[in-house]
């Protein structure tokens, strides 16, 4: 365990620049609500991580769908849930709604979507987005997760996109609310990175990372607004997590585990993440528009997270699995 690291003065070094002073300040209360919150305050700040990069989500989709084309959702609208109807939705840390959105689109699947998130900002520009496009089945709820009445039997659905790894006592949350919000035999279906509590990853994975930052050409290693070169990684400490976001992967390496014990898997597929969210974080803008030797550099990291694949659980899981009561 790592209680500090050179990493994090420089990573709030490099948050002042791109995000602002305000948005350091806000980590100086005791409210760990409200550092919550201000974590999820991103409505107008443009980031530069891997999940932006059009090839990286193209690789992503194949990993999850078959084919690099085709998005998670479009292959649950159209595809697993292509001859459901009726169906209730409950999406827990729904953060702006962009999936949610899109699935209630899709009215003759879906009779109802809630959305429960406690940054109210981000559900006002959801709710904003959903009445643009008179979508009359989805709604939105500003709650604590701790305070959300989960009923007995009620959702067909439950839908966590990056949002999980949020949440902490996960075997007990899952066991004990999930399964009973859930009818019997519904589903429970993630998006979400499963890897090391507190992003403690091992020495092997660090090594690993800085072994892919280091075949990506200077030029290329430039961080975001800024003229500094990123050269390394050490890895973060648990002070920094908890003051940034006491929720940050709380208890992450027991999502799967669990969900193992409480659930039955009908589709689960790794897609990787181990390498490229480290090596890529606050240099993917360089890899926005791409040439043929940006191309070659991504495809090199790729094959690098693919042998490490090999020996190592993945750290992004898109995953259905069934309820039994």
Known sequence: MRIITIDDFLDTYFKIIQRGGRFILSKFTLNEEKRIKSAFDNTSFISSYCWSIPKVIQRWNYLMTGDKNIHYINFLTDD???SSSNLRLLSLGSGICNREIELAQHKHIFKEIVCVDIAENLLE????NAKEKKLDNITFLAENIDSFDFKEDEFDIVFFKSSLHHFNHIEAFLSKKIKKTL???GVLIINEFVGATRHQFS???IKAINKAIAVIPKQY???FK???RKNKYRG???????MADPSECIDSASIMPSIH???KTILEKPYGGNLLISALRDISHHFFDINTEKEKVLDTLFAMEDEYLKHNTSDLVFGIYENSK
């Open 80 to 82: 697993f849930f292509k």
């Open 125 to 128: 520009i959801a709710s904003k």
């Open 183 to 185: 009818k019997p035999n």
């Open 203 to 205: 020495k092997q994975q």
């Open 221 to 223: 290693r430039t961080r």
């Open 226 to 228: 800024s003229k500094f």
């Open 236 to 242: 973060v400490g648990i002070l920094r997590m908890i």
């Open 261 to 263: 014990k409480h659930f």
